[in-house]
């Protein structure tokens, strides 16, 4: 038994072999009228298929390799507008950073304290301690205790300290405390931290006004942070009847979930950081 295959090309071949043929026969000068027609009858509709074939080979083969010139442009195209989206992307991350340094740089001209500039690189994954690592060391002055602030306010305070890295503690951190003030009336309290980004002004007594949307700053009197420096507003303030203290909730004007560069002061000088903002 022949395979389909090799029927398809001896057919294809015997169909040529009589094309020849009958164009070599409709060619010859004597052959009759008659004979021509019949010839021409018989041949016509097998030209005609190969012709057709052939011309719809040649116009794939020309879609073929139209398409695979359009498909090379297109990744082209494609790989050039990636990488314009990339630039732009980076370029935008630029002026970011850019404002934030410059906010950096003029927060710092109002601080006679020395400071170092230093860069968020990683955060506590876990959910009972709230601290981040930064990129400057025993290398660069960093110490335990130390203040880390930005434009905004407080951040929190050095733990830990590497020769290139150290660990700090946010501000709102369960183990954080930071003796405060009410701007307004100079009522004091401590900012503690909780489970959520929010802390709590503690020990303010009830007999002090306080009231939603008051400003709150550092005190200066625990001896870590600078006096003056800008804490968070006044969000609820809830009163118990057997308490003789107010329930305050702050609300930090630092979003600590978007920090990426904090200045840690490495020296404290007994003034007043409000008169100089």
């Known amino acids: 038994m022949f395979s389909r295959k090799l029927v398809f090309i001896v057919g294809f071949i015997v169909l040529i072999a009589v094309n020849i043929i009958g164009l070599s026969v409709t060619s010859r000068r004597s052959t009759t009228f008659g004979i021509e027609r019949i010839a021409i009858s018989a041949i016509a509709p097998f030209q005609e298929l190969i012709t057709r074939s052939l011309r719809f080979t040649r116009d794939i083969w020309r879609q073929y390799f139209y398409l695979v010139t359009v498909a090379k442009e297109n990744q082209v195209l ?6 314009a989206v990339e630039n732009r992307n980076q370029w935008h991350e630029t002026e970011l950073a850019n404002t934030r340094l410059r906010n950096l740089i003029d ?3 109002n601080i006679s304290e020395r400071v ?9 994954p876990s959910a009972w301690f709230k601290t981040v690592i930064i990129d400057k060391g025993e290398a660069d002055g960093l110490s335990r205790g130390l203040p880390v602030v930005i434009s905004q306010g407080i951040v929190g305070q050095v733990i830990e300290v590497s020769n290139h890295y150290s660990k700090v503690m946010l501000m709102v951190d369960s183990n954080s405390a930071v003796d405060s003030l009410v701007q307004r ?8 931290g909780g489970s959520t980004d929010q802390c709590r002004l503690d020990y303010v007594l009830r007999k002090n006004d306080v009231r939603v949307g008051d400003t709150i700053v550092s005190s200066g009197l625990d001896g870590v942070y600078p006096k003056g420096l800008r804490i968070g507003f006044v969000s609820r303030v ?3 009847d057997a308490d003789i203290f107010h329930e305050v909730i702050i609300s930090p004007f630092v979003d600590f979930e978007k920090l990426e560069e904090v200045l840690v002061v490495l ?8 008169s100089r903002q």
Request: no cysteine; charged share 30%.
């Open 185 to 192: 009336t100079r009522a004091r309290g401590v900012i503690k």
């Open 78 to 83: 494609m790989d050039q507008l990636s990488q």
């Open 267 to 274: 020296e404290i000088q007994k003034q007043d950081w409000v």
């Open 107 to 109: 927060f710092q001209k």
């Open 238 to 240: 809830i009163e118990h």
């Open 116 to 124: 170092v500039a230093a860069e968020v690189i990683g955060k506590d």
